[in-house]
């Protein structure tokens, strides 16, 4: 809850402050210490939804869970549009991600690993901590449609069919 507080707060300056010319992107510092720089569109807009932290503009939209996120500011610094995307980086990082029954299994993650799945929209669909390095998605309760399963740093696009 505080953390959704300094986003909110965080928000009410974006109106603000993002007009300066000084500013080229927004820099999200996550808990891992990890930053995401989100280059400054046409019309950005801050909000929170269902847990996510979302930047929207013209260019797309990036979604970031809520809990990840420690601070965030603006920067003179570019940013990467790949992010627009929800893509950063398409490295598996080690983890396996396969089907078991009706379920989507992503294993061999660190412990207590956060876990991400959004519609290729930016959407949240479902977010959770992997319990001793797996992490299940009930397959049955999505749609067919692209999916975007982040974690950690790295995030893998998936193509559900029925």
Do not use: Q
């Amino acid at each position: 809850m505080r953390n959704s507080l300094h986003i909110l707060f965080a928000m009410l300056l974006f109106a603000g402050l993002s007009a300066s010319a000084a500013y080229r992107s927004v820099a999200v510092e996550r808990r891992d210490g990890s930053k995401l720089f989100v280059n400054i569109g046409d019309g950005m807009t801050a909000g929170v939804d269902g847990g996510m932290l979302v930047f929207s503009c013209d260019k797309g939209r990036v979604s970031i869970p809520c809990d990840e996120v420690w601070h965030w500011t603006f920067s003179a610094e570019v940013g990467d549009d790949a992010v627009w995307s929800g893509v950063s980086d398409v490295a598996d990082g080690g983890a396996v991600l396969v089907r078991e029954g009706g379920n989507l299994v992503l294993r061999n993650l660190a412990k207590c690993e956060r876990v991400a799945v959004t519609a290729a929209d930016g959407a949240a669909v479902l977010s959770g901590v992997a319990a001793d390095g797996v992490f299940t998605v009930p397959s049955e309760t999505l749609s067919a449609g692209v999916y975007i399963v982040s974690y950690g740093s790295h995030a893998v696009k998936i193509l559900l069919g029925r």
